[in-house]
């Protein structure tokens, strides 16, 4: 990971870098916010597993260079080193994630579901 990328304190940190990264295009910033072995919902019901294809699906998004709006956080539902974190996004969708606390201290994404229906 490049050291000099902000690294999540806590997982509300996830949602705001991912929207950040998005609009930079930093596809490899993104990429670091995933364990290697994370999941990553993608349309159509398909599942991007490790590092590779979660890079490879970011590589599609942001080719086009759509601009991504921060949505609104809702609270964190914490277990031990697991947090629940979820966004709601201004076109009524929410984001569902599973983050893992690292042994650095810092969180990151193993399970990441970006587009359900509100």
Same mark, same amino acid.
């Given at each position: 990971?490049?050291?000099? *990328? +902000?690294?999540?304190?806590?997982? /509300?940190?996830? !949602?705001?870098?991912?929207? /950040? ?13 995933? +364990? $290697? ?10 599942? @991007? =597993?490790?590092? /590779? +294809?979660?890079?490879?699906?970011? /590589? ?6 759509? =601009?991504? =709006?921060?949505? *609104? ?12 974190? !979820?966004?709601?996004? @201004?076109?009524?969708?929410? =984001? ?6 690292? $042994? ?10 970006? !587009?359900?229906?509100?």
């Amino acid at each position: 990971m490049d050291d000099l *990328r +902000e690294r999540a304190a806590r997982p /509300e940190d996830l !949602s705001r870098f991912v929207v /950040e990264r998005l609009n930079a295009g930093d596809v490899e910033g993104l990429v670091a916010l995933y +364990e $290697p072995d994370a999941v990553l919902a993608l349309p159509n019901g398909r599942v @991007a =597993t490790g590092s /590779e +294809e979660i890079r490879q699906a970011y /590589e599609h998004l942001v080719a086009d260079r759509p =601009t991504f =709006t921060p949505g *609104r956080q809702q609270p964190t539902l914490r277990n031990g080193d697991l947090a629940l974190t !979820s966004v709601r996004l @201004a076109d009524g969708g929410v =984001t569902v994630e599973v983050a893992r606390r690292q $042994p650095d201290s810092t969180w990151l994404w193993v399970i990441d579901q970006p !587009s359900l229906l509100g």
